[in-house]
């Protein structure tokens, strides 16, 4: 017979991004679109993890490489971001699950609708609310200018994978509207229409359990990392032991 309990487990911000791409793999709107479809995964840290997931259940992993798999990056206050300088290689595209090495969102876009699925990254998240929003330097938007009319226009999906890290404590059409104001400085903030996707829809995805965010912080390596609350029956905590403990070992993101 089982029992329902809870369990606690720490995920530092590397492990949080290959178990989001673990659980996208497996995701039936994305294996949907792989068989049969365009299945876009625009590049950035965590999407990183996930075309790697993606392409290796394809087959197809082959070629590629988180390095560089990325317009922008946030690194520390005086960190010198020439060390991260990399080739950029494209988005990943997929259509009907061939790798259509090279291409990027802008080349595919107009063709999205009903039944393609884009997986877009965020820099904010509303995890009450279940609403992200991306950081904008572009002054046509960017990626995010040519997602959205695929989406809202055409009724294309947008899966918004984003880590628990990201979290912030206000709506983030209030905080976009905010920093979006003429007196402010620096990038822009644009609330995204799709669907958030954290480690907390990844555990339930992956094993059947609920899962709560409970805490956050750490040292040695922890910092950012969070603490969640996994509640189910015994098979699904074993199963989340397992799932887990399995992902200890991810190193540190080094896109």
């Known amino acids: 017979m089982n029992h329902q309990g809870i369990k606690q487990f720490v995920i530092t911000p590397s492990i949080g991004k290959r178990l989001i791409a673990k659980a996208l793999a497996v995701h039936p709107a994305v294996r949907a679109a792989i068989d049969k479809g365009r299945?876009?995964?625009?590049?950035?840290?965590?999407?990183?993890?996930?075309?790697?997931?993606?392409?290796?259940?394809?087959?197809?992993?082959?070629?590629?490489?988180?390095?560089?798999?990325?317009?922008?990056?946030?690194?520390?206050?005086?960190?010198?971001?020439?060390?991260?300088?990399?080739?950029?290689?494209?988005?990943?595209?997929?259509?009907?699950?061939r790798w259509q090495k090279g291409?990027?969102?802008?080349?595919?876009?107009?063709?999205?609708?009903?039944?393609?699925?884009?997986?877009?990254?965020?820099?904010?998240?509303?995890?009450?609310?279940?609403?992200?929003?991306?950081?904008?330097?572009?002054?046509a938007c960017g990626t995010a200018g040519a997602v959205i009319p695929a989406v809202v226009g055409r009724r294309a999906r947008l899966i918004i994978p984003v880590g628990l890290e990201k979290r912030v404590c206000e709506d983030v059409a209030d905080l976009a509207a905010w920093i979006?104001?003429?007196?402010?400085?620096?990038?822009?903030?644009?609330?995204?229409?799709?669907?958030?996707?954290?480690?907390?829809?990844?555990?339930?995805?992956?094993?059947?359990?609920?899962?709560?965010?409970?805490?956050?912080?750490?040292i040695h390596g922890a910092e950012g990392c969070v603490f969640i609350g996994v509640a189910g029956e015994s098979q699904q905590l074993r199963s989340a032991e397992e799932l887990l403990g399995s992902l200890a070992g991810e190193p540190p993101c080094q896109a």
């Not at 876009?109 to 572009?138: F, P, Q, S, T």
């Not at 990038?187 to 899962?211: H, I, K, Y």
């Open 39 to 97: 299945l876009v995964i625009v590049a950035g840290t965590t999407n990183g993890y996930i075309a790697e997931e993606i392409l290796a259940s394809t087959g197809k992993v082959e070629g590629f490489s988180r390095t560089g798999f990325r317009r922008g990056t946030v690194v520390p206050p005086g960190f010198d971001a020439s060390k991260t300088a990399a080739p950029f290689p494209g988005d990943v595209v997929l259509i009907d699950g």
């Open 180 to 218: 979006n104001s003429p007196q402010a400085d620096g990038p822009r903030l644009l609330p995204l229409p799709g669907e958030v996707f954290t480690e907390l829809d990844a555990v339930e995805l992956l094993t059947g359990a609920s899962a709560r965010l409970l805490a956050g912080g750490g």
């Open 103 to 139: 291409k990027t969102i802008f080349d595919v876009a107009e063709g999205l609708g009903a039944g393609d699925v884009i997986l877009k990254g965020a820099n904010a998240l509303d995890l009450a609310g279940r609403k992200a929003a991306v950081y904008i330097g572009h002054p």
